[in-house]
């Protein structure tokens, strides 16, 4: 989680240098090849507000892979770190050879540390996640209820993740027929259409 909010703080910092620039802050020799020592033209300010998008959505996301937050699918947060890390290290070798020296010397051991950060989150391991409500099963196994239908038993939609390492016997519960559910808090791993359960399950009523 630490790493995850220093490496969004350096995002944050190379966002508002990039907000600059878009509006005329004249530090153009750190940044885009240093072509253009002072301020920038229109089309290089264009590209600097484009740039503050990508790293707000970077941002986003290894926030999401550290289970700060829960915006993404974890597949996705878990495939896409990656190819964050692979784009980073490329911008270190970018800035490294750049023609300008601001830009080599500044810019270069930035993206670095902003590349180690990004590999550490992409190697750091699945975040556990806080879920409250209903756990149901119809006799298929046990799921999380994302949504629920009012019926008696009750139903659950089909996008509800199946629930791994539940133990009905370990929890009180309701049951009819051969459908057993109840309403829990529980902390978990998310995976492709699946919840690891972690730890005990907690009745909420």
């Not at 051969?178 to 009523?205: C, D, M, N, Q």
């Amino acid at each position: 989680m630490r790493t995850a909010v220093g490496f969004t703080a350096v995002l944050a910092l190379l966002a508002l240098f990039q907000l600059a620039l878009a509006f005329g802050a004249p530090w153009g020799r750190f940044a885009w090849g240093g072509r253009h020592p002072d301020s920038l033209p229109l089309p290089l300010r264009i590209a600097s507000v484009f740039s503050v998008l990508v790293y707000g959505f970077i941002a986003l996301l290894a926030l999401d892979r550290a289970g700060a937050i829960e915006l993404f699918p974890a597949g996705f947060s878990r495939v896409g770190i990656w190819v964050v890390f692979a784009y980073l290290a490329l911008g270190v070798a970018m800035n490294a050879i750049s023609r300008s020296k601001p830009e080599r010397y500044v810019m270069t051991p930035v993206a670095l540390v902003l590349a180690v950060l990004a590999l550490l989150i992409a190697l750091s391991p699945a975040p556990e996640r806080a879920f409250a409500g209903m756990v149901l099963d119809n006799g298929s196994g046990p799921v999380y209820c994302m949504t629920v239908m009012e019926s008696y038993p009750p139903q659950c939609g089909h996008d509800s993740p199946a629930v791994l390492g539940w133990d009905w016997n370990a929890v009180d519960h309701q049951q009819s027929q051969s459908v057993r559910w109840g309403e829990y808090g529980f902390k978990g791993v998310r995976g492709r259409g699946t919840i690891t359960l972690e730890g005990a399950a907690v009745p909420l009523r």
